[in-house]
């Protein structure tokens, strides 16, 4: 029985195809019958007969989705989560790839407020929604910029008790209904009602205006919070200064690993070859190779550069390749020389066209005796190119010899027909 529009389908299924339809992806014609190669469902669009396949797309986040996620670590610039959900794709509660599960929100991202660390405004285990900026190489993501983003749910961090919104107190946004703890988050107009949002709660987060000095002495300046941890809450009070272990440790340069610090990586001055801005990049420049800044990068990766551009830019590389091979020189191979001549010979020879590098004659290693053939480097390409023109096929001592630019081996293309 043949399957029409709407029928499930595996591979090797006979398929009713309509008079004067087309065949589509996943449909082949075999003997006069069409023939389904996939499983999934027959789909006829425009008179198109093809298989939508059944098997869902891998649920990876990209620039753009909202997620769901668990707050699961705090460090002193950066909030890492556990991404849980994506809200913007259909299917998005599957389990993620191992290498996007996790996702950072960079400490100039969590709110559009100056705060010192991202443990300021929110905690471990706090459920957040997120807005994927960046994808690659690794997941970022941004609390700021919409209502809807932020702190969905938190605990207490003295006694586990959900915590509620309040506005009690300027900039301590959050509160417990069984201790005395009070907080500031960044909180999602839909902190405490799941995806529900229109509650007003953004407003609390005070984006764009001063702490209250209460607030302010609270956060963590210089250092007093967080020394390990932004979540030293439960354990040692909103406030504790560094112990002395602690603080030799930083004063010296020595981290959380309790080894030598990182060294600073070096910086190299460079010009974006997309759109010629200098910039700076974290390895010394190739030339003849794309040196892009960050905004061009995320141009390119997000295909918005137009055509124009990438051909200036294709442009741009083809020169410095040419600037750079004429910097290099050239190294040539010398084929069906006089075994009588000596590099001496070879290099007032050469020497009429350009400047000669170094000359080299490939002798027998138990004789000494010549091989017949030997390599000249010049300084220049172009005097190189012009000793090619001029000296191949000419004669050094009646013998016709043969001179062709080295190949990166060592040996020139035509070697072996040169020594028959």
Known sequence: MSATT?????????????EGASLGSGVVEIKGRPISTLTGT????????????????????????????????????VAEIRVLHIETKEGGHRDLPALTLFADIHVSEVVDRFI????????????????????????????KGDMSLGVLSASCTQCGELLKPSDRKIDFNVECSRCDYTAYRVLSDGFGH????????????????????????????????PYL??????????????P?????????????????????????????????????????????????????MDKVKQGLATKEELANEREVIRKMRSKLEESMGMKLFIGRLPYELTEEDLTEAFSKHGKVESVHLAKDRDTGKSKGFAFVTYQSRKEGTTAVKEMNGSEINGRKIVVEESSSNGSGRDRRKSRR
């Open 6 to 18: 709407g029928d499930q389908v595996t591979p090797g299924s006979t398929i009713t195809v309509p």
């Open 194 to 225: 799941g995806h529900e949002t229109g509650f007003g709660l953004y407003k609390l987060n005070r984006a764009g205006e001063r702490w209250s000095p209460e607030a302010e002495s609270n956060l963590s300046h210089d250092g007093s919070r």
């Open 244 to 296: 002395a272990r602690v603080a030799s440790m930083r004063s010296s340069g020595r981290g959380r690993s309790r080894g030598p610090s990182r060294p600073k990586r070096e910086m190299h001055d460079s010009v974006c070859t997309l759109c010629g801005e200098n910039t700076k990049v974290p390895f010394k420049p190739t030339p003849g190779k794309p040196i892009r800044c960050r905004d061009c």
């Open 116 to 143: 010192p660390a991202p443990g300021d405004a929110m905690r471990m285990r706090d459920i957040v929604r997120a807005k994927i900026i960046k994808d690659d190489p690794v997941l970022k993501a941004s609390t």
């Open 229 to 242: 941890s932004p979540l030293a809450d439960f354990r040692r009070g909103s406030r504790h200064e560094i």
């Open 42 to 77: 027959v789909a006829n669009r425009d008179g198109n007969v093809y298989i939508d396949p059944s098997r869902l797309p891998i649920n990876t986040p990209e620039v753009g989705d909202v997620v769901i996620g668990q707050v699961t670590r705090l460090n002193e610039n």
